[in-house]
């Protein structure tokens, strides 16, 4: 069963959104996960990624001091704090395990993020 993404809205340059990603199963406590976005026309990208246990979360250059990725695990839930939006976050946003776990690969719908100017 693929993660449900939820959370995502138009919202306007410099807003804030959380987007949430529930997972089903057992696994979810011992993946690193990680959020990945893709906006029209362009490949997917990886966006920001949390550790088993939520220790170590990386972003990529364009989010970082931006975004927050965390986790809880109780819940089975991943979250993506998103601040200070800007046009170019425009995408549909996607949560999958991080590449080298077993569960990578089965995607969801994602959630539309639309920032207007």
């Known amino acids: 069963v693929p993660p449900v993404e939820s959370g995502g809205a138009l919202v306007q340059v410099g807003g804030s959104l959380r987007l949430s990603c529930v997972v089903s199963g057992s696994t979810f406590r011992i993946s690193a996960m990680s959020w990945y976005r893709q906006a029209p026309g362009k490949q997917r990208e990886l966006v920001a990624a949390?550790?088993?246990?939520?220790?170590?979360?990386n972003y990529v250059d364009s989010v970082k001091g931006r975004f927050t990725i965390s986790r809880d695990d109780a819940k089975n839930t991943m979250y993506l704090q998103m601040d200070s939006l800007k046009p170019e976050d425009t995408a549909v946003y996607y949560c999958n395990p991080a590449p080298h776990e077993p569960g990578f690969g089965s995607w969801g719908q994602g959630t539309q993020v639309t920032v207007s100017s």
């Open positions: 949390i550790s088993e246990g939520g220790g170590a979360t």
